[in-house]
């Protein structure tokens, strides 16, 4: 990893269900009952209670949205 890219190599792919959907924050409930805290600037809003299939970059604290897609 390059020491300026603050995120990590590989894409991390979750499903769940949109808990909260804000201007550029959102929270997800993955299907295994993990909640994730997601930076989705840039991404088109997702209704709560959407069922979606995200792909992220993850960053401390939280992961970057870089995909979504509504299932």
């Known amino acids: 990893m390059d ?17 909260l959907w804000a201007t550029s924050t959102a929270e997800v409930i993955t299907d ?8 989705t600037r840039g991404q088109p809003p997702m209704p709560v209670g959407s069922r979606v299939k995200i792909d992220t970059r993850k960053y401390r604290p939280c992961h970057f949205v870089t995909k979504v897609t509504p299932v």
């Open 3 to 19: 020491d300026l890219d603050r995120f990590e190599p590989e894409l991390h792919t979750f499903s769940g269900t949109v808990r």
């Open 32 to 39: 295994s009952g993990l909640v994730l805290f997601l930076d």
